[in-house]
């Protein structure tokens, strides 16, 4: 615990998770660890795969999913806890909207709307987050892409506000072209460095 009390850890790599990090958080008085670790006392083993797709159905009849049943987890990041509050308070918005107050029984085109405001708000955020998935984590290089990426103070400042609003926010177009290269610039190099990998363990 001791050596963990000012320290977070983050491993990328498929070797102990295939397609996302595994982590070493401190917490009061534990760790939690999203892989093994040797030695230690094991005090609660948890696992549970996240929700990181959009469920196909998300509304029948009088039924709408919100948070995780709907598959709101964002990919690269796993961010659900925010998404499930948020889609939960969204829809019971549109519930009081389309039941005029409790006046009348709510419907699927009231339910709808929900669904339609969340799209509108937040398709280009997960559109984003799922495309930076699929190129960074494809393959550990990818990742060590990534990791390089993440170095920037751009990229930085651009994640921190992200997180910040729940939404990608704009950035300069100078800074996102200069992003761009440097991105280009670090899968090249990642690949050039797998190649020599694969030789090696050849
Ligand atoms: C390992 C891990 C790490 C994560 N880290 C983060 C993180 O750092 N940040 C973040 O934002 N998100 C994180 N998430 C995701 C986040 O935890 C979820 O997206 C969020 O908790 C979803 O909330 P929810 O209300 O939709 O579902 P849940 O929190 O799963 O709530 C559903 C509830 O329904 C209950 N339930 C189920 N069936 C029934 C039933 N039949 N009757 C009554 N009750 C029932 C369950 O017991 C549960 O309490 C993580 C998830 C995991 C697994």
């Known amino acids: 615990m001791a050596y963990y009390e ?21 917490k009061c008085d534990h760790v939690a660890v ?4 040797g030695g230690g006392e094991i005090i609660r083993v948890e696992a549970h795969p996240i929700p990181e797709h959009p469920r196909p ?17 964002t990919k690269c990041s796993g961010e659900g806890i925010y998404f499930a509050a948020k889609s939960g308070r969204m829809c019971a918005e ?4 389309g039941s005029e107050n ?8 009231d339910l709808r709307k929900y669904l339609e405001k969340w799209d509108k708000t937040y398709w280009p955020t997960y559109k984003v987050l799922d495309i930076l998935q699929k190129v960074f984590y494809r393959s550990n290089p990818a990742k060590e892409a990534f990791v390089e990426m993440c170095a920037d103070d751009y990229v930085q400042k651009m994640t921190f506000d992200s997180y910040l609003y729940k939404r990608v926010v704009p950035g300069s177009p100078l800074e996102d072209l200069k992003l761009a290269v440097n991105t280009i610039g670090s899968l090249v190099r990642a690949n050039a460095l797998r190649r020599e990998m694969d030789k090696i363990n050849v």
């Open 6 to 26: 000012d320290l977070a850890e983050v491993y990328m790599g498929d070797d102990v998770s295939p397609d996302f990090y595994a982590w070493v958080f401190p």
């Open 102 to 109: 409790g006046k009348r029984m709510v419907e699927e085109r």
């Open 57 to 73: 159905r998300r509304l029948s009849g009088r039924v709408a999913l919100v948070g995780d049943a709907a598959g709101y987890v």
């Open 34 to 37: 999203g892989t093994d670790l």
């Open 94 to 97: 549109a519930i009081v909207e």
